[in-house]
């Protein structure tokens, strides 16, 4: 990886990429510090210190403290990333949208664009439900209709600057702008986190007991990271060969080529839906001021995560095994909507391909299918391994950070597709220099 990177230096084109990719992140930590008008930074502050879920820590983590500071750049590229998936799945329920995604580059672009709307759409609801439900709790110095407006206009704006940001990273720079944004955020957190968890285990303790307990926290990261590129660049690869035929005065055909099946085919998706599904009744239960209490009280104590774990109450801990459940389920779910076994084949039989020893047609599409399920459960299980880790750990000892598995699987996956991104660039300007010699 350092390789590539010395070597992309060297290269002026791809150089000036990577001078404005760091150009434009350094744009986003700053305004992740500029702080709305009219707003009183310590209450988010003090009401954060006092919620019992971990829904709000894992949005803060999201928008890289963004949200604890409300600053512009509060609501960051989250209306993005659920306008995004809102699109994704309304692209398989809604035939209009299914055929633009199949008119190719200008079907793309039409999506691209509804999804901005969207976007946008959706800070101003996520903004104005903030301005009105925590100003009129003490987040606004003075709650009045022009602080409730400046508030929404802010927000709004500042989730439109991070989206039309990712978007120039992607034109201009090395590519994933979105992606890299949420990376950024992500990471500018972490530093902070091993500062707590040293703090806690190492500081303070006996020479020999803070030596295990640094070697331990780096090796459990180590390790989750390890599993997180077994698991992303892991793929199955099924053989494909192609029948000969005559066409014009030419034989064509005749190649083999292969379908890779990642075998973590819906990436993070599947936990941010189970995460979310799961957070939602605690979300809706702080606005609304329900302190839970009674029976209610511990269905949302084993909602959250942070109850996960405990040797002291391991009932609280089912709510890990409807997470695990959840997580699966979305795992199946996602990728039946997004890969279509029978489409596949029919395209196959048309081609005139076929599975070496599988007839074309329904045995086909049948086949596939069965390797698919294979392999989503192989991933699906890879994927709950990562993020049951933190949650154990957090429970038996402790060590709550906001970064976990969810946040480790992003910025191990950003890293390694921009880094192909980097390198396919270099080769493809080492073909064009070719060339023109």
């Keep these: 990886m350092l390789t590539t990177l010395k070597n992309a230096f060297k290269i002026k084109d791809i150089r000036n990429k990577l001078l404005f990719t760091l150009g434009m992140l350094a744009v986003i930590r700053l305004g992740s510090q500029l702080p709305v008008p009219g707003v009183d930074r310590h209450y988010f502050s003090n009401w954060f210190a006092q919620q019992t879920g971990d829904a709000f820590s894992f949005f803060d983590a999201f928008t890289g403290g963004s949200f604890l500071n409300m600053s512009i750049l509060a609501l960051n590229i989250t209306p993005y990333i659920t306008s995004s998936i809102i699109m994704q799945l309304l692209t398989i329920a809604i035939p209009k949208l299914e055929e633009m995604q199949k008119e190719g580059e200008d079907g793309r672009k039409k999506i691209a664009s509804i999804t901005r709307y969207v976007t946008v759409a959706l800070a101003l609801i996520e903004s104005s439900a903030m301005a009105i439900a925590f100003g ?89 990271v390890v599993m997180v590129i077994i698991l992303n660049d892991g793929v199955r690869k099924i053989p494909v060969q192609y029948a000969k035929k005559v066409q014009g005065r030419k034989m064509v055909g005749g190649q083999t080529s292969s379908i890779p099946l990642k075998v973590n085919t819906s990436g993070v998706i599947p936990i941010i839906f189970a995460s979310s599904l799961m957070q939602l009744p605690i979300v809706v239960c702080s606005f609304l ?50 890969f279509n076994p029978i489409e596949i084949a029919e395209n196959m039989k048309k081609q005139g391909g076929f599975i070496p020893g599988i007839r074309p047609g329904k045995p086909t599409s049948e086949y596939l299918t069965k390797i698919l399920n294979y392999i989503v459960f192989i991933g699906a299980v890879g994927l709950t391994v990562v993020c049951v880790i933190p949650f154990v750990f957090n429970g038996v000892f402790g060590a709550q950070v906001s970064f976990g598995g969810t946040s480790l699987i992003i910025i191990v996956s950003v890293v390694l597709e921009t880094m192909k991104q980097i390198e396919s660039q270099m080769l493809v300007r080492n073909y064009k220099g070719f060339l023109n010699d």
């Design 289 to 338: 001021g329900y302190n839970g209490t009674g029976f209610w009280g511990h269905i949302l104590k084993g909602l959250n995560s942070g109850n996960w774990c405990k040797p002291g109450e391991p009932v609280y801990s089912i709510g890990l095994l409807v997470y695990i459940v959840l997580v699966i389920f979305f795992a199946y779910f996602y990728t039946s909507i997004t």
């Design 136 to 224: 009129n709790g003490g987040l606004l110095e003075n709650f009045n209709a022009l602080n409730v407006i400046t508030v929404i206009a802010a927000l709004t704006a500042g989730s439109a600057f991070l989206m039309w940001i990712g978007e120039r990273i992607t034109e201009k720079g090395v590519g994933n702008g979105i992606s890299i944004v949420l990376v950024i955020n992500i990471i500018s957190r972490i530093p902070q986190d091993i500062a707590q968890l040293f703090e806690r285990f190492v500081f303070g303790k006996p020479i020999a007991v803070g030596v295990v307990a640094a070697v331990a926290i780096f090796a459990v990261i180590l390790a989750m």
